[in-house]
C-alpha cells in the first residue's frame, strides 16, 4: 500500500541555521504531496503541497521540491526562526479519493 | 479559512461505556475525516465519508463507528470504549476541488481518555 516515511523523529537547530525535514514516499502512481503543521495544542494546517506543473510550492519561507526520480519531498527553509518550532508531517493523496496518508511527523525544536 | 468544530473537547469515559464524538463544518464541504494522533504513529484515518449518508472505513476502522447524517456533521462512536482508545481524535473537512488535490482543515481536537 501506499506510504510515507519521515526519518527524523526529532530535529534540533539553533536559529538561523537552514531546515531540512526529510519526506519519501511509496506509491503505484503519482500522487500529490503536502505539508502540514502542527503548533503546540493547535491543529494541523497546510503548510504547502505540490503543483501539477512541477512548479516549487513556497508559503512562510518553506519550500519543498517533489522529486519523482527519488520519490521525495522534502521540507526546506533557508534559516530557521523560533516560530518555527513545531510538529511537521509530510502526506500523500490515495489513488482517486481525496485521503491522505501521513508520515509519522517530525518534530523541529529551534533554539536561541 | 475553514470552520471545523469538535465537541467535546475533553472527555473522561469509562471501559465499556459508549462516546460520542462529533464534529461540525461550515464550509459546506464534501468530504469529512476523522483521525486519531499518538505519538509515534502520526495521524491515522479512522472514518472519512463523501457526503451525507455516507461513510468509509480507513485505515484503522476496529472498534470505531461513524455516521454522517448530514452535510455539516460527521460523528465517530466507540461503543464499547477501552483504554487502547485514549488519544486525541480530529475531525477535518476537505476540500476537493481538485481531486487528490485534497486540503484538509481540521478541527481543534478532542482529548479522550478512557480509565
Known amino acids: 500500500g501506499d506510504s510515507v516515511t519521515q526519518t527524523e523523529g526529532l530535529v534540533t537547530l539553533t536559529e538561523g541555521l537552514p531546515v531540512m525535514l526529510n519526506c519519501t514516499y511509496q506509491?503505484?502512481?503519482?500522487?500529490?504531496l503536502f505539508w502540514y503543521v502542527q503548533h503546540l495544542n493547535e491543529a494541523p494546517k497546510l503548510l504547502l503541497k505540490s503543483f501539477t506543473d512541477n512548479k516549487r510550492p513556497e508559503h512562510q519561507g518553506f519550500h519543498a521540491t517533489l522529486h519523482k526520480s527519488s520519490s521525495s519531498f522534502h521540507l526546506q527553509k533557508s534559516s530557521a526562526q523560533l516560530s518555527d518550532s513545531a510538529l511537521y508531517y509530510c502526506a500523500s493523496t490515495g489513488a482517486n479519493t481525496g485521503k491522505l496518508t501521513f508520515g509519522h511527523g517530525t518534530i523541529l525544536r529551534v533554539h536561541p | 479559512e475553514a470552520a471545523v468544530t469538535q465537541s467535546p473537547r475533553n472527555k473522561v469515559a469509562v471501559t465499556g461505556g459508549k462516546v460520542t464524538l462529533s464534529c461540525n463544518q461550515t464550509?459546506?464541504?464534501?468530504?469529512m475525516y476523522w483521525y486519531r494522533q499518538d505519538t509515534g504513529h502520526g495521524l491515522r484515518l479512522i472514518h472519512y465519508s463523501y457526503g451525507a449518508g455516507s461513510t468509509e472505513k480507513g485505515d484503522i476502522p476496529d472498534g470505531y463507528k461513524a455516521s454522517r447524517p448530514s452535510q455539516e456533521n460527521f460523528s465517530l462512536i466507540l461503543e464499547l470504549a477501552t483504554p487502547s482508545q485514549t488519544s486525541v481524535y480530529f475531525c477535518a473537512s476537505g476540500d476537493a476541488g481538485t481531486i487528490n488535490q485534497d486540503t484538509q482543515y481540521f478541527g481543534p481536537g478532542t482529548r479522550l481518555l478512557v480509565l
Open positions: 506509491s503505484t502512481y503519482s500522487p500529490f
Open positions: 464550509n459546506n464541504h464534501n468530504n
